[in-house]
């Protein structure tokens, strides 16, 4: 069974650039999770993608948006970077209809915005 | 709304101490599932327990326990015979009803040898 994959792992990109982020679903998972963490911080709730469609969105201004693809894997897109968009994000899986299923998360995509 | 509160935001303690770290929620929802993740330095989120509404039952796993109390709203966290591999963030987290998990902002325990 593998596990979630998100990449790169590392990141530098200039304010005012647009930046993709990439995330391999753990086998069997069918809804997809981005979470933001800021240094210091507990991951917060991005949005959600559950077949293919936005699931559920956090608090967080449209310029984040997501896609995810018939093989359940995703993409976090973010637009006009900000300083302040520099964080960890964190991908997770989850089977949707389960809900108890503990969200299963990559080792996340460090984003540094100068 | 829901919310979950790590009051501790780092905790030292030599090897060996037994250590308890604290988780306050709020929900309004009556069906909801509580967790707690490790976050090492190398950044990946390791989940630890899961425990729904319905279970007040406390948790053994190893030097692990878990103390869920629905009369304080509490979710506590104790490691045993503490060890240096056990320094990490660690994450209380809140998944109410069908909603999105919440999460605390994590307590940051050290572990000295």
Redesign the interface.
């Known amino acids: 069974e593998t596990g979630v994959t998100q990449s790169p792992t590392h990141l530098i990109k200039t304010r005012g650039q647009q930046v993709t982020l990439r995330c391999s679903s753990q086998s069997g998972h069918n809804t997809v ?1 981005w979470y933001q963490q800021a240094l ?6 991005i949005f ?1 993608y559950y077949r293919e469609e936005e699931n ?1 969105r ?1 608090n967080f201004p449209p310029r984040f948006s997501g896609l995810q693809f018939p093989n359940y894997s995703s993409e976090l897109n973010v637009n006009a970077l900000e300083l302040d968009d520099s964080a ?1 994000y ?1 991908c ?1 899986s989850s089977q949707k209809g389960e ?2 299923s ?7 995509t ?1 984003l540094t915005v100068t | 709304a829901q919310k979950v509160t790590q009051a501790q935001t780092e905790i030292s303690v030599v090897e060996k101490e037994d250590v308890t770290l604290d988780c306050v929620y709020e929900t309004r929802d009556t069906t909801y599932y509580l967790f707690w993740y490790k976050q090492p330095p190398s950044g990946e989120l390791v989940f630890l327990i899961r425990r729904n509404s319905f279970d007040e039952q406390n948790e053994i796993s190893g030097r692990y326990s878990w103390n869920f109390q629905k009369s304080t709203s509490s979710f506590n966290f104790t490691i045993t015979a503490s060890q240096v591999v056990d320094s990490a963030v660690y994450f209380c987290a809140l998944l109410p009803g069908y909603s999105t998990l919440t999460f605390g902002k994590g307590t940051m325990l050290l572990v000295s040898p």
């Open positions: 999770s210091g911080q507990g991951p917060q709730f959600q559920g956090g960890l964190l997770a809900f108890d503990p969200l299963h998360f990559g080792n996340g460090r």
